[in-house]
């Protein structure tokens, strides 16, 4: 097992007397796909804008990267990337434009950025591309370009939130297959999806309910635990749960 790359110790987050987030404590290896689930509400979004550095937490320990949540906030932010459900692009910008954009956005120097964009063209096939406007193209070509954006400056984690919502079936099969490369190639990655097949190929899922951690296991032990076939099922308990208390 390798070194955590993201480890959180009781990390906890209010807004007045509302806890939006509950001693959240979870060890998150390098390579990992660790799946983070939750209804709305359930306290997702205000952990990863802890974990990213855009937010300070209110209680607990955490580091990301190496780097201390508290003291080294800018040093977390230098080694993650991140991308959402809206790909993070800019669509009148064109492929190389977007490309420069971050790569500049990131610290990449000015020979960097022209050798990563040479070979994230070639790499993604969009040479011929490179110089039409973004909001022209496909979304599958969008989607890879984004995710492949949120990289470009070799971070240790990447923070896919909701990255394949609204995606078809065959469009997001693919694009968890860059995942599975990332990940061979030992970037951590850590996503959120609605899509209860898309938790399936997690290596660990943490599912929240109510700012607190409800579950937290490999998919197979998980549906073992709750004696289900599907993660769908596992969801659907752990929603029932919540309601009835």
């Given at each position: 097992?390798?070194?955590?790359?993201?480890?959180?110790?009781?990390?906890?987050?209010?807004?007045?007397?509302?806890?939006?987030?509950?001693?959240?404590?979870?060890?998150?290896?390098?390579?990992?796909?660790?799946?983070?689930?939750?209804?709305?509400?359930?306290?997702?979004?205000?952990?990863?804008?802890?974990?990213?550095?855009?937010?300070?937490?209110?209680?607990?320990?955490?580091?990301?990267?190496?780097?201390?949540?508290?003291?080294?906030?800018?040093?977390?932010?230098?080694?993650?990337?991140?991308?959402?459900?809206?790909?993070?692009?800019?669509?009148?910008?064109?492929?190389?434009?977007?490309?420069?954009?971050?790569?500049?956005?990131?610290?990449?120097?000015?020979?960097?950025?022209?050798?990563?964009?040479?070979?994230?063209?070639?790499?993604?096939?969009?040479?011929?591309?490179?110089?039409?406007?973004?909001?022209?193209?496909?979304?599958?070509?969008?989607?890879?370009?984004?995710?492949?954006?949120?990289?470009?400056?070799?971070?240790?984690?990447?923070?896919?939130?909701?990255?394949?919502?609204?995606?078809?079936?065959?469009?997001?099969?693919?694009?968890?297959?860059?995942?599975?490369?990332?990940?061979?190639?030992?970037?951590?990655?850590?996503?959120?999806?609605?899509?209860?097949d898309e938790a399936e190929y997690c290596d660990r899922l943490?599912i929240m309910v109510d700012g607190k951690v409800a579950a937290?296991?490999?998919?197979?032990?998980?549906?073992?635990?709750?004696?289900?076939?599907?993660?769908?099922?596992?969801f659907i308990q752990l929603a029932r749960s919540k309601k009835?208390?």
């Amino acid at each position: 097992m390798s070194e955590p790359v993201i480890h959180t110790d009781k990390l906890t987050k209010r807004f007045g007397g509302f806890v939006a987030v509950d001693a959240l404590s979870l060890t998150i290896s390098g390579g990992e796909i660790f799946g983070f689930l939750g209804a709305n509400g359930a306290g997702k979004t205000t952990a990863i804008r802890m974990l990213t550095g855009l937010l300070a937490p209110t209680s607990g320990k955490a580091t990301v990267a190496g780097f201390d949540l508290y003291s080294g906030s800018e040093g977390v932010k230098r080694n993650i990337g991140y991308m959402s459900q809206r790909f993070s692009l800019y669509e009148d910008l064109t492929v190389r434009e977007n490309i420069r954009f971050f790569a500049g956005i990131y610290g990449l120097t000015n020979q960097a950025i022209k050798e990563k964009s040479r070979q994230l063209l070639d790499s993604l096939k969009l040479v011929a591309v490179a110089d039409t406007r973004l909001a022209s193209l496909p979304l599958g070509w969008k989607q890879k370009l984004a995710f492949s954006v949120a990289i470009l400056h070799e971070p240790k984690i990447v923070f896919l939130d909701e990255p394949t919502g609204g995606v078809d079936p065959v469009t997001r099969r693919r694009f968890w297959d860059m995942i599975y490369e990332a990940s061979k190639q030992g970037l951590t990655i850590f996503v959120t999806t609605h899509y209860m097949d898309e938790a399936e190929y997690c290596d660990r899922l943490c599912i929240m309910v109510d700012g607190k951690v409800a579950a937290l296991d490999r998919p197979d032990a998980m549906k073992r635990t709750f004696g289900v076939e599907s993660m769908n099922e596992v969801f659907i308990q752990l929603a029932r749960s919540k309601k009835t208390e």
